[in-house]
């Protein structure tokens, strides 16, 4: 039985609670903080619906940009309040008094119409914001605060929108916007939407979750609303079917998962959008499937790729998803099945929809692999016949590449120092080759290198991570021992376009236990933040490192403290700014599984961990990595999972 949910990360949103309800209007108005007037005709007015889980009963208070206040006060949540004497656009405030204390949601107006006060509306005023609170400007309200909260809304709401779409969609408000459509108190519609929402604030965070099944919706830094996570379409019950996840989430901030699913003794690979209304449907065409890669390009169209074993032999095969059919090409095997088997496939697409598929093959000698290459190319409409990349000697595999939004990108692999036949252990490098915008590779270069260009002696354990922005510069992590008796340490290169390749240099601590399962992000200036796990003596806690251009790698610190509990199976995302979340496992108090987040903040640092959903009591830590991916906008997609039956990919 396997255990998965996902989350739908977005880069600049926020979260305030719920729920619904209504009444007649029962107000008293003052105005005698308003000074001259800019709206002069009192037929101009602001109406809507103020409730949090039910009515508010409280004071409704309008400020303009100019520090120009009116208020209303009600009994049953409605309101209807002159613009007369203000300067739109306007902040909305909500404020009541309950067992808690006082409370205030928050909304926004750029001119008379419905503006609604709701947990949702708080969620979209605080995204537009971002790293200010709405207590914060309307204490200190300013024209240009005011016009810049106007120009982001939109986006805000869109976001918003996006991933609430499963909930949306079940109350036929799917399109809604929850600022300006109007509702009454039937629990149905949007009125049913909100109550559904539940918010709470705990520690450095609030949490958005669903009062029927417990589910976080959204979880906010109080420090940083920019870095926001919250939830998609993927249920424990869709979890409990699935293996070798992929994800990736398009412009629009729609994910799309595909996963490896038994069905009567056979593995299928299967996609379905997380909107919450498709059923999913099935890719492969034999045999059994799994190790799934999809991405996005800029159009929203998908590529998905997987391995599929059929007569004794696994081949690399292919689909395109097309925005404008609405469909799914017919499946395409990429690979050669007259020589060996092929495994382990990975997938990157630039932004105008141009891909390039890896993986590596065997070629009929025992133990050996070489990196294949296949390329589609818009213009044509067609993949290339696949080409050996690699040397042809060295055996190579656990072949990864990276694409940046104009087609820049990198290839890199584990490459041995032999054909990889011989009965000994062999000792490996890491090997690259440049991708340019054409599609066309540069020559093969070895990364794991000393100042003066020589390989290290050492024996490299893989587990690659790499990572292009767009403005070319690149990166690489690996293990690696410098000896057979020496601990894994994570190594690091870094390219960029007018310096070359860095030597290689160690930036994980030099303990007496292994680091390993890295992950690495840059930023568009080329700052780049490292991840990894870091056993101990006792267990292990979330090593990282931060690169910054001019100044080089830092000193190895952590994202999360072993105190905390063992930090298992780190997954990084970073967005265009440097800001950056990752997200763990936490084994603790012997058998407790917890998803854990962090986000690492440009202007502040790392935050406080915190529980992002706990997973209950485990027999034993058997646990499949949260896999993280963005867009372009920062827009974020997090699956998780905990397998229980301890059943390994069949690759």
């Not at 059923?279 to 790729?305: E, K, V």
């Amino acid at each position: 039985m396997r255990y998965f949910a996902t989350l739908l990360v977005f880069m600049s949103v926020s979260g305030c609670g719920g729920g619904g309800g209504g009444g007649s209007a029962n107000t008293t108005t003052n105005s005698n903080t308003v000074n001259s007037s800019t709206v002069s005709s009192a037929a101009l007015t602001l109406s809507g619906l103020a409730a949090q889980g039910a009515a508010i009963s409280g004071r409704i208070s309008l400020m303009d940009g100019a520090g120009q206040e009116r208020y209303v006060d009600t009994s049953n949540g409605q309101f209807s309040v002159s613009l007369v004497g203000l300067q739109p656009p306007v902040l909305l405030k909500a404020q009541w008094t309950d067992g808690k204390g006082i409370q205030r949601l928050y909304s926004f107006a750029s001119a008379d119409g419905i503006a609604n006060i709701t947990p949702l509306t708080h969620f979209a005023v605080a995204a537009a914001i971002a790293t200010q609170s709405p207590d914060a400007l309307y204490a200190a309200p300013s024209a240009a605060a005011f016009a810049a909260l106007q120009a982001a809304l939109p986006g805000a709401v869109g976001r918003l929108q996006g991933y609430l779409q499963p909930l949306m969609s079940q109350y036929a408000v799917a399109n809604a916007n929850p600022i300006t459509t109007r509702f009454a108190a039937t629990h149905t519609g949007m009125d049913g939407l909100l109550d559904r929402i539940l918010l709470s604030t705990s520690g450095t965070s609030m949490t958005l979750s669903d009062r029927v099944s417990g589910a976080t919706l959204v979880a906010a830094p109080l420090s940083n609303v920019a870095l926001s996570v919250g939830s998609a379409g993927w249920s424990a019950g869709d979890g409990a079917q699935a293996a070798d996840l992929s994800v990736a989430v398009n412009s629009r901030g729609l994910g799309l998962v595909a996963w490896s699913q038994r069905s009567n003794g056979q593995y299928l690979l299967k996609v379905r959008w997380l909107d919450g209304l498709d059923a999913g449907q099935i890719l492969s065409t034999a045999g059994d499937a799994g190790t799934p890669r999809l991405a996005f390009d800029g159009a929203g169209n998908a590529f998905a790729m997987w391995a599929q074993s059929s007569n004794s032999r696994t081949t690399v095969w292919v689909r395109r998803y097309s925005v404008a059919s609405g469909q799914w090409s017919a499946a395409r095997q990429l690979s050669s099945d007259t020589a060996g088997s092929s495994y382990l496939p990975d997938l990157a697409v630039d932004q105008g929809g141009n891909a390039t598929a890896v993986w590596h093959q065997g070629d009929g000698r025992q133990t050996h692999f070489d990196g294949w290459l296949s390329q589609y190319a818009v213009a044509g409409e067609a993949w290339a016949a696949p080409r050996r990349f690699t040397d042809g000697g060295n055996s190579a595999f656990g072949l990864k590449v990276a694409l940046n939004p104009s087609g820049v990108g990198l290839l890199a692999w584990q490459q041995l120092r032999g054909d990889g036949t011989a009965v000994t252990s062999q000792m490996a490098d890491i090997a690259v080759r440049s991708l340019s915008s054409a599609g066309a590779w540069g020559a093969l270069r070895l990364v794991n290198v000393d100042g003066q260009g020589q390989p290290l002696s050492a024996y490299v354990y893989g587990q690659l991570a790499l990572s292009v922005n767009a403005s070319g510069d690149a990166g690489v992590l690996w293990s690696q021992r410098l000896l057979p008796y020496l601990p894994m340490t994570i190594s690091a290169a870094l390219y960029q376009p007018s310096r070359g390749w860095q030597a290689a240099s160690t930036i994980s601590r030099d303990l007496h236990e292994d680091s390993h399962s890295p992950q690495l992000a840059l930023d568009a200036a080329g700052n780049a933040i490292a991840v990894w796990q870091q056993q101990t003596e006792y267990g292990a806690y979330g090593g990282a490192n931060r690169y910054v251009v001019g100044s080089g790698w830092g000193t190895a610190g952590h994202f999360v403290d072993s105190k905390l509990g063992d930090a298992l199976a780190p997954s990084l995302t970073m967005d265009a700014k440097g800001n950056a979340s990752v997200a763990w496992y936490r084994w603790s108090n012997g058998n407790q599984v917890d998803l854990m987040l962090n986000r690492y903040v440009v202007d502040s640092g790392w935050e406080q961990a915190q529980v992002f959903a706990p997973l209950g009591a485990k027999s034993t830590m058997v646990q499949l990595p949260p896999r993280v991916v963005a867009n372009g906008a920062g827009q974020t997609l997090l699956l998780w999972g905990y397998d229980v039956d301890a059943v390994a990919s069949w690759f």
